[in-house]
């Protein structure tokens, strides 16, 4: 059973820096994607990045190019989310989740996607 832990969240002010962690567990994950979503109060579950385990691709919605970068750490099975230049429109609820990859799977940045998910770490940036 997959099972996924995120750390990292916190309060920090604009233009300022967080590191992400989901901390993964139940692999092994050489054949999944792993991806950041984040939920903002009242809105949607919005994808953030992924990365594909194998192949160590990344994919970055508009919001997060040039400001986030997503990486993997093979030994110790952990996906981060290293964000930089902060605004508060960041606030969320930050999530990581897990999916299957085949020839078959769709869209890196489509919920459905991903069948595990983590509890979230809440992530508030202060103006």
């Known amino acids: 059973q997959v099972r996924l832990i995120e750390s990292g969240g916190g309060l920090v002010q604009a233009g300022g820096s967080l590191k992400l962690s989901c901390a993964a567990s139940?692999?092994?994950?050489?054949?999944?994607?792993m991806a950041w979503f984040r939920q903002a109060p009242g809105e949607d579950r919005d994808p953030v990045a992924a990365i594909n385990w194998n192949t160590g691709g990344t994919y970055y919605r508009d919001i997060a190019k040039g400001r986030f970068t997503i990486s993997r750490d093979n030994a110790k099975d952990t996906v981060y989310l290293q964000m930089y230049s902060l605004k508060p429109e960041d606030t969320a609820v930050y999530y990581c989740?897990?999916?299957?990859?085949?020839?078959?799977?769709?869209?890196?940045?489509?919920?459905?996607?991903?069948?595990?998910w983590g509890q979230g770490t809440q992530v508030t940036v202060s103006s």
């Open positions: 989740a897990a999916g299957i990859r085949t020839v078959y799977s769709g869209s890196y940045f489509s919920a459905d996607e991903y069948n595990n």
């Open positions: 139940g692999g092994p994950f050489r054949n999944y994607a």
